[in-house]
């Protein structure tokens, strides 16, 4: 993920709705949204956490069909 693409996506995950995950998870997520863990260690986790890595893919699908954050990426 680039940096430009990272950053969209933590602001995403900031409106995305946690309450589909674990206490743990929403740490994870909390922790990689607030950059106190890089996107080589998410990655990490994400593929030791399938369902976690579900929820995270069903929120980048969820954005790229959003009429908005499209807008915001032709910008």
């Excluded at 890089?38 to 994400?46: A, C, P, S």
């Amino acid at each position: 993920m680039s940096t430009s693409d990272s950053s969209i996506f933590k602001s995403m995950l900031k409106h995305a709705n946690v309450r589909e995950l674990n206490p743990k998870q929403r740490e994870l997520v909390d922790a990689y949204r607030l950059g106190k863990l890089d996107e080589t260690d998410f990655q990490f986790r994400l593929s030791k956490d399938p369902a976690l890595a579900k929820w995270v893919r069903e929120v980048l699908e969820a954005a790229s069909t959003d009429s908005l954050s499209r807008e915001t990426h032709r910008t």
